[in-house]
């Protein structure tokens, strides 16, 4: 029966990534927008897409942009220029989806591995083991792999940081000879390139090459290459920031953090009160309470013995630190929004951590039953999921929430040399496909910051060109006779400035299922002539 059931398992992961992958290569970009690919897709879609069209590394067209992490731009501007040569608009979508679902798909391999190392090392007898590797990997597919990150960063951390865990769980943390400190130096450093708030997982894997350095002669020669190739790969990043933008960090993690300035009760608020759903807030402060466990743990067997952890503890402790790291991080400084991608290493692990707890607690048949209570709960997520799909993909194909022929009715509705602003809309943006200014700054750059500081945003915003506003009006009603006020704030420096405009002015209206409903107003800026005669 468990054989059976490994095998059932294995199966339903495999038809999972497969119909996730060819509904990416086949279904029209609307129905995936908001279901499999979340908005801030757009801005690596559209930076990738723009420099091959000439505007260099930016997302509206006008100034180059450091906010965004480069890994994602790197990989998806050659593919596009081979792949779309035309640089289509949909056939670009489905290039950035499909290769972040291949990132997803290939994820599946190392965290098989890792998970068998780990069970090992606790030495689960062999049904038992095939069994929580299958559970492991049907809660991968299952939930994971139905998270709305296609487009987006989240799936090359997680490859990046499975292989490297991988990794070490074959070879321990500092594997002999040159290819091995090069291989996990460049890493390292792709793990960094690929969200930059990463950082912590790089220092967490040196922490821990230092920690089992002590008794090694000429370990730290060895720390000492990893460490130099992946300085090599993350400093012309962090150089091209600070030489053309005045901050070692992109614009978006200087946005999202208030570090150094600690504020508990506000980075709390934002944790349960911004993106995450109820599920990823659960997974979060699993994440936190599993991985303070393992590193107590570890700290207790290291105190007992002097031998060396095996290889695959070793790479549960760095995963610990990490997210330890990672997760205090985001309960002390945030304050603009927290994603379910900013921890996507957490579900797997949290799944692990729990299949080892049961071992732990009640041996082989308490790691069956974890299992089977992980695959279970796997078959609830996925449902809930693809229940949700279906109203809103039935929505999309009766004109309702369609995004993506909003975008269209916005190009549409402006010419050749207007400039847009507004919004954090970053799928809407790359699908108008015109010049469009970031309006809360994410995909931007400090200058922009410094304008609403200094009182001049109209001014900065005449200076690009602007010719039209983009205005989220939530809940949706009618324009009335009075000014547009609008009130733009800087959430780098806590302040805010205002733009006025003519409700005479407004060009479209257009109705959005976010945030329960809302909607879009085109309106011309600056106020025209006879808006101002009026």
């Known amino acids: 029966m468990t054989r059976k059931l490994r095998w059932v398992l ?26 499999l690919v979340g908005d801030d897709a757009g801005y690596y879609l559209a930076i990738a897409r723009n420099f091959d069209m000439g505007h ?51 994820g599946w391999w190392p965290l098989h591995r890792l998970a068998g190392r780990v069970f090992d090392a606790y030495a689960f007898p062999a049904d038992a083991r095939a069994l929580a590797v299958a559970a492991v990997g049907f809660f991968y597919a299952g939930f994971v792999g139905l998270k709305g990150f296609y487009g987006m960063d989240a ?12 990794r070490v769980a074959r070879h321990g943390l500092l594997a002999p000879g040159r290819a091995a400190a090069l291989g996990e130096g460049a890493l390292l450093g792709a ?26 002669p000429g370990a730290f020669a ?46 709390l608020d934002t944790v349960l009160h911004s993106s995450l759903n109820p599920v990823d807030q659960l997974a979060l402060f699993a994440a936190l309470a599993a991985s303070a466990g393992w590193l107590v743990a570890a700290a207790a067997r290291a105190r007992r013995t002097p031998v060396e952890a095996p290889g695959a503890r070793q790479a549960m402790a760095v995963c610990a630190l990490y997210l330890l790291a990672r997760i205090a991080w985001l309960l002390l400084f945030s304050r603009l929004d927290v994603q379910g991608s900013y921890f996507v290493l957490a579900h797997p692990f949290v799944a692990l951590s729990a299949l080892v707890l049961a071992h ?36 999309i194909a009766d004109g309702s929430g369609d995004e993506w022929a909003l975008s269209r009715r916005l190009h549409d509705a402006v010419s050749d040399g207007d400039v847009l602003y507004g919004g954090a809309l970053g799928l809407i943006g790359f699908a108008a496909d015109r010049p469009w200014i970031n309006g809360d700054g994410v995909a931007n750059d400090r200058a922009y910051q410094d304008a609403i500081r200094a009182g001049r945003l109209a001014a900065h915003l005449a200076d690009e060109g602007v010719t039209h506003v983009v205005v989220t009006v939530s809940p949706p009603r009618a324009p009335g006779r009075e000014p547009l006020v609008l009130h733009v704030t800087s959430t780098l420096y806590g302040v805010s400035d205002t733009l006025v405009a003519s409700p005479l002015d407004i060009v479209r209206r257009e109705a959005l299922r976010r945030n329960g409903g809302s ?14 005669g009026r």
Not at 157 to 165: D, H, S, T
Not at 194 to 210: E, H, K, N, Q, T
């Open 56 to 106: 260099g590394f930016s997302f509206d067209r006008l100034r180059p942009t450091n906010g965004f992490n480069p890994l994602m731009p790197l990989l998806l501007i050659p593919l596009d220029r081979v792949l779309a040569p035309g640089y289509d608009l949909v056939a670009c979508f489905r290039i950035g989806a499909l290769a972040t679902w291949g990132a997803l798909a290939l």
């Open 10 to 35: 294995i199966a339903l992961t495999a038809s999972i990534l497969a119909a996730v992958g060819i509904a990416l290569a086949t279904v029209h970009p609307r129905f995936c927008i908001g279901t």
């Open 191 to 216: 793990i960094v390139l690929a969200r930059v708030d990463s950082l912590p997982f790089a220092a967490a894997a040196f922490a821990g090459m230092l920690f089992v350095a002590r008794a090694r």
């Open 519 to 532: 909607e879009l107003w085109l309106v011309r800026w600056p106020r025209t002539d006879s808006a101002r």
């Open 222 to 267: 060895a720390i000492a290459g990893r460490l130099a190739v992946c300085v090599a790969m993350v400093a012309p990043y962090l150089a091209w920031n600070r030489i053309g933008f005045g901050d070692w960090l992109p614009i978006s993690a200087r946005l999202k953090s208030s570090f150094p300035h600690l504020d508990p009760a506000r980075s």
């Open 155 to 166: 799936f090359l951390v997680l490859l990046l940081g499975l292989v490297y865990l991988e």
């Open 360 to 395: 732990h607690l009640g041996g082989p048949r308490a790691v069956r039953a974890a299992a089977v209570g992980l695959a279970v709960l796997t078959l609830g997520l996925a449902g809930a999921k693809l229940a949700a799909i279906g109203p809103q993909a039935r929505a």
